[in-house]
């Protein structure tokens, strides 16, 4: 793994127990290489790099007792948001 310079931007959805499919979308500032974690699930994207202006969509299901923490590790700019869908 990258070792990453910035501290991790860390997302917390509220949600009920649960499976979820999860979406996050990540939108660069700089060209920059990033990294998503979710408890359950691990590492959902490792060493993605991604380009000045451009934003990129990970998606991934997950279970939870008690809420959703996603964790983004990056070297450079970026602004992220996060959305979860329950499912069966």
């Known amino acids: 793994m990258t070792s990453f ?3 991790p ?3 917390v959805l509220n949600a ?3 499976n979820y499919e999860v979406t996050v979308s990540i939108k ?3 060209d920059t290489v990033f990294s998503v974690f979710e408890e ?3 590492f959902v994207a490792e060493n993605r790099e991604i380009s000045n202006g451009t934003s990129a ?3 991934f ?3 939870t007792d008690d809420g959703i923490e996603v964790i983004i590790y990056c070297d450079g700019d970026i602004t992220a948001t996060a959305f979860a869908e329950y499912i069966n």
């Open 9 to 11: 931007l860390v997302i």
């Open 28 to 30: 660069s500032h700089c």
């Open 57 to 59: 969509d990970i998606m």
């Open 61 to 63: 299901r997950t279970s």
């Open 16 to 18: 009920p127990r649960g």
């Open 5 to 7: 310079n910035l501290e």
């Open 40 to 42: 359950t699930a691990g």
